[in-house]
Structure formats: structure tokens, C-alpha cells
């Protein structure tokens, strides 16, 4: 009976050891995401070399660089979020790729803070307090492509960013104006998101886009009262919602022939002159939500590819039978896959069948209620 106790207080005492030797718990954070397949089918591989002896892990020798105190590094890519820095950390290995430093309380990017990383593809400065950059600090980063910015204290945007760079994310700072000349050398730019920042139209120098060959530009939720004039010729996706744009002239638009989308919901809008659609001749998709329109505008049934009009809670009161669709067989080259007309004081029952002759499908039509 007593060999038999002691049998099973061995085994216990193993259950636990076992148990006490498991490998702690450690939180997901920023761009995690982008490491799981390397968690998977690169952990598996790297098991697989080890049992057959040609992947034996070495002792790093002592001038290899750390990672930054109460960072996380793997996989070279340094997540330093959520810590309370008050300046960009020390000893960032010189291979990273991915350097996450958002949610801190960084004021500054001095001179030296990235220096040797010559590898960095993407960096995150977002929410923290940064109100000055140093006209160096990027000079290290020759082949960084992307850079989150936003959520800081930034007045004018940063001078001498990497060339290098194709997507800026900049908005809900303080920017007030963009001077001519702010993203020279910048060709390889596809994307710049600043909306949220207290821009007027004034403070768009003329040639503050030049050189630019953007895809996808958002001017969303600041003070426009126009659209700005000379942005780049090469859009694709322009937003300007959630301004005080009051109405859309003429000349505004006649830059734009690669344009295919449009953002103008959440306006002052009660007008859009006649012809002006008609400089968009690939547009898409044209928001228009929201605003003061009293009619449908003019010129949406020539586009020829036009898919989904927004036109909801505007002032609406009478739909055309031709406002959408044109009268030739074969001229319009897709179907609408979505027109909203609800929240406009219009009569939908007043409205004829033909006027929807050239949508995908009935439910593709939205009216809904109108209230006052």
C-alpha cells in the first residue's frame, strides 16, 4: 500500500512539473496579424529542419542588438505600442520591417531616432504628440512604403520624406496648409489620407500636389468650401465629404478623366452645374448624400459606367424619367447596382418605371420614407 502512494505522488509531482514548465501568456497587438503564417507553416518547417540537424539555432554573439526594453520583436518587426515613451527607443534592431510605436506619448522624431534602419518598410507614429519632426529624421528610411501619421499635433506636413514612400496617413492632426513643393520627389505616392484637419481652401498653395501620380486622395471632415483646385490629374478615388462645400462648378472637375469614385456626401451642395459630370466619363460610383439638392443632377445619364449614386437626404422632390437612364439602346456599357433617393420629398409613387430602366434590379432602388 505504501509503494503504491509513493507510485502516485511520482506521477503528481510530474503533472506538475509539466504543467509549471508551459510558456506564459502573451498578448496579440499591432500587425500580429501578419505574422501568422510564419507562426504556421514557417514554425512547422523550422521543427522539421531541426530534427534533421540543419537548422541548429546559435548563440547570438553579444554585438547583436537587443530588442528595446518592454518591446516585443519577432520576425523583425518591433512592437514598442501602448508603453508610455516619450521618444523613439534605443537599440532598434537594424533588419526591422515593421516598427509599431503608436499609441505612446512621443512630442518629437529628432535626427538620429531611426538611423541604421535602412530596412523599414512601414512605420506607425500614430496617436502620440508629435508636434516636430527634424528635416533628417526619415533620411535613413530609403525604403520605407508606408507611414501612419495620424492622431498627432503636426501643423504643416513633414519636409524631406523618404521618396521611397507610397502611402501617407495623415489625418486628425493640426495641418492648416500644404505649401508648394511639399511632396516633391515623391513619385512613387499611390495614397494620402488628411482628412480631420482644419484646412481651408487658402491653404492649398498652388503646385503644393505637383509631381504627385495619386490613386486615392481623402480632404474628409476639414474646411473646405470648394473643391480645391490642381490635385493630381491620376485619381482614381477622391473624398471630400463632410465639408462645407456649397456648390460644384464647372472647372472643378475637368482634371479628373481617370476618376472612379467620388465623395461629396455630407455637404452644403445645392447646385452642381450643368456639364460638370461630364469631364468623369469612367466615374463609378459619386456620393452626393446628404447636401441641399433640390433636383436630380444633370448629366448621370451619359456615364456610361456609372454603378451607385447616393442621393439620400438631400431636397429632392421630383425624379425625371430620363434623370438616370439614356434613351439610345446600348449606350449606357453597365447597369446601376444601387441608386438611394429615401429621406427626399419625393413621391416614389409619382415616379414612372421607365425612369429605372437601366438598373441591375428593383431592390437595387431605394426610396423609404421622407421625414421632416
Not at 141 to 169: C, D, G, H, Q, W
Not at 257 to 279: A, D, P, T, V, W
Amino acid at each position: 500500500m505504501l509503494r503504491h502512494c509513493s507510485l502516485l505522488l511520482l506521477l503528481c509531482g510530474a503533472q506538475l512539473l509539466s504543467i509549471s514548465s508551459a510558456l506564459p501568456f502573451e498578448q496579440k497587438g499591432f500587425w500580429d496579424f501578419a505574422l501568422d503564417s510564419l507562426e504556421n507553416g514557417g514554425m512547422m518547417t523550422m521543427m522539421r529542419d531541426q530534427e534533421e540537424g540543419s537548422a541548429i539555432e546559435e548563440i547570438p554573439s553579444p554585438d547583436v542588438p537587443t530588442c528595446p526594453f518592454g518591446c516585443h520583436c519577432q520576425y523583425r518587426v518591433v512592437q514598442c505600442s501602448d508603453l508610455g515613451l516619450r521618444e523613439v527607443p534605443k537599440n532598434i534592431p537594424s533588419d526591422t520591417r515593421l516598427l509599431d510605436l503608436q499609441n505612446n506619448h512621443i512630442t518629437e522624431l529628432k535626427e538620429n531616432d531611426f538611423k541604421g534602419l535602412t530596412n523599414l518598410y512601414a512605420l506607425s507614429v500614430r496617436n502620440n504628440r508629435i508636434s516636430k519632426v527634424h528635416p533628417k529624421a526619415f533620411a535613413p528610411l530609403k525604403n520605407m512604403k508606408k507611414l501612419y501619421f495620424s492622431k498627432n499635433l503636426l501643423t504643416t506636413i513633414p519636409k524631406n520624406l523618404p521618396a521611397s514612400l507610397v502611402e501617407l496617413r495623415i489625418h486628425e492632426n493640426q495641418i492648416k496648409k500644404v505649401a508648394a513643393g511639399t511632396f516633391k520627389g515623391l513619385g512613387n505616392m499611390h495614397c494620402i489620407e488628411m482628412g480631420a484637419n482644419p484646412i481651408q481652401n487658402s491653404g492649398f498653395e498652388p503646385g503644393a500636389f505637383k509631381g504627385l501620380k495619386l490613386n486615392y486622395l481623402r480632404i474628409s471632415e476639414a474646411k473646405l468650401t470648394g473643391v480645391p483646385k490642381d490635385l493630381p490629374e491620376s485619381l482614381h478615388e477622391l473624398y471630400l465629404d463632410h465639408n462645407q462645400i456649397q456648390a460644384v462648378e464647372l472647372e472643378d472637375l475637368s482634371r479628373y478623366k481617370n476618376l472612379n469614385r467620388l465623395g461629396l456626401g455630407f455637404n452644403h451642395i445645392r447646385n452642381i452645374e450643368k456639364g460638370s459630370l461630364s469631364f468623369l466619363p469612367m466615374l463609378r460610383e459619386l456620393h452626393l448624400d446628404n447636401n441641399r439638392l433640390t433636383s436630380v443632377p444633370q448629366g448621370l445619364a451619359s456615364l456610361k459606367y456609372l454603378q451607385v449614386v447616393y442621393l439620400h437626404s438631400n431636397n429632392i422632390r421630383q425624379v425625371g424619367v430620363d434623370d438616370f437612364c439614356p434613351r439610345g439602346f446600348g449606350m449606357k456599357r453597365t447597369y446601376y447596382n444601387g441608386i438611394s433617393l429615401f429621406d427626399n420629398p419625393v413621391n416614389y409613387w409619382e415616379v414612372q418605371p421607365a425612369t429605372f430602366r437601366c438598373v441591375n434590379d428593383r431592390f437595387a432602388i431605394q426610396f423609404g420614407n421622407y421625414k421632416k
